[in-house]
């Protein structure tokens, strides 16, 4: 079972910018598509990007602004997040891109943006 964990989020003024992380315990999801996914309160958690080998997906409320990436030497996933919004307050996790691939969920990390 892999475990994950998610760091880097914070409290930021709208406009501005965090860099999250996401370290996957071995190997298993070395060379795997993975994503980030996010959950407001009182919504469901929806995903907000992929990575893999055949490249980056993101949701349409955020391209532009947030940049995917993965060190599979490091088994280390990571989410370049400018120009933030309000509505991007969530708690943000990260897991595999393909849902019959997924592990438990981590505790995640908090993002809040003010206005």
């Known amino acids: 079972q892999v475990q994950l964990k998610e760091s880097g989020g914070g409290l930021v003024q709208a406009g501005g910018s965090l860099r999250l992380s996401c370290e996957a315990s071995g190997n298993a999801y070395r060379f795997s598509g993975m994503g980030w996914y996010r959950q407001a309160p009182g919504k469901q958690r929806e995903l907000v990007a992929t990575v893999s080998p055949a490249g980056t997906y993101y949701i349409d409320s955020v391209k532009g602004r947030f940049t995917a990436s993965k060190d599979n030497e490091k088994n280390m996933v990571y989410l370049q997040m400018n120009g933030l919004k309000p509505e991007d307050t969530a708690l943000y996790y990260c897991?595999?891109?393909?849902?019959?691939?997924?592990?438990?969920w981590g505790q995640g990390t908090q993002v809040t943006v003010s206005s």
């Open positions: 897991n595999a891109a393909q849902r019959s691939l997924w592990s438990s």
